[in-house]
């Protein structure tokens, strides 16, 4: 097994689904969990992380935060998960330049793919 990766799961509302917990757990990763924009960005500035999970949710009609990220932390992958879909949402988050955008309804073993095909290719 590799270097243990950090992930930040920047979640206002529900808990990590157990079994994304436990996929979580046999890969090493280490899960923080943050509920709010600016508890990411603190977080952001005060430890290292290898990925950011976003819920669109926190984003409220701006995708500016990304940006904010992005200028950052030019190259943290970002996973943006939505609940519900639109085309005007997935095409201004898209626009951001994210690693990928997860729907929720897709289900658990669609990010956990995502996760991984993000943290595969950081460097140990």
Avoid: W
């Amino acid at each position: 097994m590799g270097k243990t990766k950090t992930i930040v799961f920047a979640e206002p509302n529900d808990p990590l689904p157990r079994e994304l917990e436990t996929f979580l757990a046999e890969k090493g990763h280490d899960a923080v969990r943050v509920r709010s924009l600016k508890e990411t960005l603190l977080t952001l500035q005060n430890r290292h992380a290898d990925l950011l999970v976003l819920n669109a949710t926190l984003l409220e009609e701006g995708c500016e935060f990304i940006s904010v990220i992005k200028n950052m932390e030019r190259d943290l992958p970002i996973i943006v998960c939505a609940e519900a879909n639109t085309p005007e949402l997935e095409s201004r988050i898209r626009q951001q330049r994210i690693f990928y955008y997860h729907i929720k309804s897709f289900g658990v073993q669609d990010l956990e793919m995502a996760i991984s095909n993000a943290t595969n290719g950081l460097p140990e």
